[in-house]
């Protein structure tokens, strides 16, 4: 064993000596020895004779020792020395032999405090350890009224001071004083300790998982410490992004190595409050190398696709998904089939990832089996829409059926699963199975999911049962609040006009407006931009609604009056042009309608409204122009398959040209079609 | 148990505002403890002797179990619950220590709530006491949207300042391109009368949020609730410890299940494998629980029979074990026996109790778990069952491709693995003791000093 010693100015004494005399009580005798052998005083003597029982393990004992030290008065001596600002040329020359000796001393004299406040710790006394550990703060504030100057300290010192200030929160918070633990990161952060950049890095770091994480709100900032145009964080999550972010910057610019947990935490925030994007921005600012190339694709890919930007999101993906990266992560697959989903055109390409993910997933991801399922079956049917045959589109139909149907028996507690194979069966017109589903998926949500009702209430729309369907609205109704009910209404009005209750759709119409006009003026325009129109009915589509109530029944004056007042809100809209059309048929003035209709498929061609009607007004005038209405109906049917009206006139035309057989087929699927058509399009909620 | 925020530190507002309210309305006070003490049959001298009886009620254990217990048996919630019309009371009391006992019990209630809910059962009495704390969020809130601003480093803050020689040559570019992003956390509220079922959800999850904001006031066995019942809602996809992990035997057993239950009929499968897990489980347990839970299972059975969905059956039966595993679990106190009890919860957990659970909720509830599995006070248990809650939740959110909520729990599960247990230690453990390698203690007064204590030693 070595021999341990106390040295002090180049002289040494064996610790054996001292802890003879501690061991025997003899607190005094030891400091008197101390005093003696190295020159020291009361305080220093004390201070190193806590320290040595500390570092033995005798905490009760150190303790004791240091409670004889007289901190204000060891302060007060050691005040005036150095508030005699030295100048700072002879910073580096310690010639100034009065100021190195008392840095020496407060040295000693903070670090026996800061041992007290850990003796404390220790004996499980954190809030006097909290007390002590503050006042060494207290006390280098009082002996560095200018904050401790750089290059001026002794090692020990700064270590001591960094350490009371790294530590006192966290005996705060032991202790179980948040705010104080607050204040103390604050003070921390805000006063000039001289502290490295790792250590304030810390600092910061669990200041921001503190404020991140620890349910309770910080007080405001006091006054004192901001400064003019400078950014004061006003709430506890707003704190801990900036300084996630200060910390996330530190590391970009090479002062701080990374730290993942600092990403990890930044990440929580950000999502938390729906800020994927700026996530993202940060994912882009790192440097190669930090997370495998993959890894960050597939997170900047999550976060795009978090914040609605979809296409972003598919691109990474796609370099992820290359065959020379991992082709086979299950997630990203999913993700990609998901994103694929909701669009017709990359349907196919969403398809061929679900395939893939349903092949990778073996043995561990086992239980994605049904989420690849269920991504399958959505892609296939959207695929099924743009098929460029019957036979492919039936085909896909039934595969994405048995896709879903499948998906269901893995995830049968997944009520949207259900939902979509509801949606599926309904397009497929198999009514019996779309509304099974339909029901089931109420009872599993509780009813609490608005899509949901609007489904049940089209589905029995579409078997014919109106009536049962406006119960189903009713019920919905009552089950939301005012601001959602606006879908609700719209399919109400509708389900009237099917029951032939043009007046009690006027009134729902009306009642409907009230609401979307009161929703514009409690919400302001900022928050209808912002919020997207999925689900809201805005008040074009009213007067739109009402126009072609009004010209239905004939009421041209009416129509007119509601159509200028949906022209006013969107002046090129193909639904506008379609009634304007309509009413111009119905007073007689083909050439106007014609018009209309054209104008109308001249804003969007794929307006099926505009070319059904264009086709059954170039039928109507004559054999000549026959040619031209089979060709809008047939376009028209490959657009919307499901299109009775088309079939009709299709049907029509047909049987002018001669072509009896033609006809009736087209007839039979007008009349088949019929009895299954839903008074919404069943798209219109998924 | 430990108690985070413990009794010397009261919260700001309740010692400003508590201390006249209480003698204002002593009466009022004390009517809330002798109706509580109706409901119980007797309160514990230690709550009606102690000085602060509200603080002392707060962390009451005995009397927390027996308000639980009575919000999950199968019959609680309905328009005529006392116990809910207590706490309804209670809320509006002009003691705010008394509106943190309400708040203890927010996760059972949700938890029990939100089960039972999507059974379309009427529960007026729950709905009322929820509605109250949404009311109460609503008022204090002003009906506003709760915002944060996120920063943009390029601009000075309170916590740095911009350094010229970083940022001078972007400087231009990024005034530029500053904009400030300012993000919803919670959406601004409505007031609402009554529990519509689509806004279910946010009137829940705003109750949530309240409880959120006193957290750090909560006895830990109420975050312990939470956890487990966010576990339930999530469905319990925490198949396996891993990421993604999850083993591909347990679908396989879902699907035999699945379909052996389409052939018996659904109800008497899933009764009896039920019951048969519950007695294996409860062999150790006393026999009077057992009955009750028997009891309790038949007449939910028996309702549930009366209804149309076997769903209801099935979460009733899950949480009546869920009861009788925690009060075994809670009993013990050791870690171990929590543990094992977690095993068997797993067990009956199997299926789940998976409700809808939209970002209203969802959020929230992340920024609870978030809560207990870093709290630094935390028992270890209690970030063991914080994290199988993440880890389900996370699971879910897979099985939805829900970008937000997988970003949200990936990082939380990530974080949870790095949580410092001692962060007093982890400081000290970063500087050196003082003492150099042979075990001396140097004080170097000056550069030249230390190099001679080193040669004499």
Redesign the interface.
Known sequence: MSVREVCVNGVCMPTSELEAKLDEGNILEAESALRDGLALNFEEARALLGRLEYQRGNIEAALQVFDGIDLQAAIQRLQPAIVEKPTPKSRRSRSDSGQSVSQHAASLVLEAIYLKAMSLHKLGKSTEAAKECESVLDAVEKIFPQGIPETLVDNRLQETVSKAVELLPELWKLAGFHQEAMGAYRRALLSQWNLDNDCCARIQKRFAVYLLYGGVEANAPSLAVQIDGSFVPKNNLEEAILLLMILLRKCYIGKTEWDPAVMEHFMFALSICGQTSVLAKHFEELLPGVYPRCERWNYLALCYSGSGQNKTALNLLRKSLNRHEKPDDPLALLLAAKICSEDHHLASEGAGYARKALASCQGMNGHLKGVCLRMLGLCLGKKAKVASSDVERSFLQSEALKSLDEAVAFERHNPDVIFELGVQYAEHRNSNAALRCAKQFIDVTGGSVLKGWRLLALILSAQQRYSEAEVVVDAALDETAKWDQGPLLRMKAKLKIARSLPMDAVETYRFLLALVQAQKKSFGSFQSASKGQDDKVGEFEVWQGLASLYSSLSHWKDAEVCLEKASALKQYSAATLHIEGLIHEGRGHSPSALVAYSNGLALDVDNVACEVALGALLWKMGPKSLPAARSFLSDALRLEPTNRMAWYYLGMVHRDDGRMADACDCFQAAAMLEESDPIESFNSIL | MSV???P??PS?ESTAATVPARQISHSKLQLVFDSLAVLLDSLPDSISNSDDPSRSLLHDQAVADQITARLRQPLSGAGDDNLCRWLYDTFHAPDPALQLVVLRFLPTLCGVYLLR????KPLPGFEAVLLALYAHETKSRNGQA?T??????A???????TTRT?TAGKNAATAAATEL?I???SPSL?P?GTV??????RIVGVALELY?????LMPVSSKLEFCRFCRLWA?D?D?SG?K?????????G??TR?KTREKTGEEIGEKTGEETGEKTREETGEKTREETGEKTREETGGKAREK??E?IGEKIGDETGDETGEKAGEKTGEETKERAGMKTGEEKEE??G???LP?ELL?PS??IL??C?????HPRWLKAEATAAIRSVH?RA????H??????T???M??AE?VVED??EE??A??????DT?????????P??EV??AA??
């Open positions: 985070p925020g413990s010397q530190s700001p809910a999507v059974a379309r709760v944060v601003t996120i920063p943009d480093v601009h000075p803050s309170l916590y740095h300042e970083v992003h993000a919803v956390v409505e609402h519509r079922a689509t806004k279910r959800a959120y904001s006193k957290i750090s469905g996809y198949t891993g993604l992990a999850g083993n591909g035997e347990d679908n396989k879902g699907e699945e149309t969905g769903e299926r789940g998976r409700i809808p970002w959020q992340l920024r978030g809560h599995v870093m709290g630094s006070m699971g897979v099985h939805e491709m970008p937000q909520s997988i970003l949200a990936q990082s939380l990530k974080s790095r962060p007093v400081v000290n970063r500087y050196g003791t003082g003492v042979e075990g001396r203690i140097v004080l170097n007064t000056t030249g000093a001679g204590a004499a030693g």
